[in-house]
């Protein structure tokens, strides 16, 4: 015969041990499930044109990001590339990419939404109510996508 006392008190210890499995796993699962490091980034990515011809390309290696800001002239096919630009970066808890200029001054954020094999996805708040979003895709070598992409 087993006394209602005892039941009990076993389901609470259960109901706590389950409660303290919950939150250790969900802790777990949030902080590596989603979170991207630098080793994700790692190689040479070339952004899919804007509208105005704009088509970086940024290599990632270590911890230092290298911007190739490429201008399309989508009629001719050339393009021309500004003066690169480096900066040293992080990963925050948040999955954004935190850029710092090599005096270690803060620069800009970027959200990571997603990260395959050959696709990054970056988006960067304009002003309060504007995100911008930037599709990109890695490549081998630094070849600009000057194709203008149809919508």
Request: charged residues 20%; aromatic residues 10%; proline residues 3%.
């Amino acid at each position: 015969m087993i006394k209602s006392g005892h039941i009990i008190m076993k389901l609470t210890l259960l109901k706590k041990s389950l409660t303290s499995f919950l939150l250790v796993s969900m802790s777990m699962f949030s902080a590596n499930s989603f979170g991207y490091t630098p080793k994700d980034l790692q190689g040479i990515w070339a952004m899919h044109p804007l509208n105005n011809g704009i088509a970086n390309l940024v290599e990632f290696s270590g911890n230092t990001a290298t911007l190739h800001p490429v201008q399309c002239d989508f009629e001719t096919g050339l393009y021309t590339v500004d003066s690169i630009e480096k900066s040293n970066f992080k990963i925050n808890k948040q999955n954004q990419i935190e850029l710092y200029n090599e005096q270690g001054e803060f620069e800009q954020t970027l959200r990571i939404i997603s990260i395959t094999n050959n696709q990054l996805v970056l988006e960067e708040a304009a002003s309060d109510t504007i995100m911008l979003k930037f599709h990109y895709n890695k490549i081998n070598k630094l070849t600009p996508n000057c194709i203008k992409y149809k919508k």
